[in-house]
């Protein structure tokens, strides 16, 4: 099953490992190390799954994701995040932020293939 994502991490170690991983199963990756540059490469490509850091310079996930969603409602978005932030320790929590879910790193790569390859 071909998949479509913006990966969007300002490690670019992150970007560059979870990119590797998911181009291995066929998936079109697009990396974004920031707010500015992942809404432009969101608005131009219209990614299936977005995998979207939390904390970002200049723009945090959740304003980024918010932007996204007046782009396309429908879109798919998954937070990632290193940090302990209750804004993110539970899925009604994640959810009522607009996400689809929320990955913890260091990133469960078989659980993160599952929900990227799944269907909606």
């Known amino acids: 099953m071909e998949r479509s994502v913006l990966l969007v991490d300002d490690e670019a170690s992150m970007r560059d490992l979870l990119g590797r991983v ?3 199963r066929q998936a079109t990756v697009w990396k974004a190390g920031n707010g500015e540059e992942a809404l432009e490469l969101f608005s131009v490509h219209r ?3 977005v995998l979207l850091d ?10 980024i994701l ?3 969603k007046e782009i396309s409602p429908d879109a798919r978005i998954f937070f990632l ?3 302990e932030d209750s804004r993110f320790s539970s899925p009604e929590k994640v959810e009522a932020l607009g996400a689809d879910g929320c990955f ?3 990133v469960d790569i ?3 293939l599952r929900t ?3 269907p909606r």
Do not use: H, W
């Open 22 to 24: 998911l181009e291995r």
């Open 47 to 49: 990614p299936q799954v």
């Open 54 to 63: 939390v904390k970002l310079p200049g723009m945090e996930g959740p304003q």
């Open 66 to 68: 918010t932007k996204m």
């Open 81 to 83: 995040t290193g940090a």
């Open 104 to 106: 913890l790193k260091p």
């Open 110 to 112: 078989d659980e993160l």
């Open 116 to 118: 990227v390859f799944s």
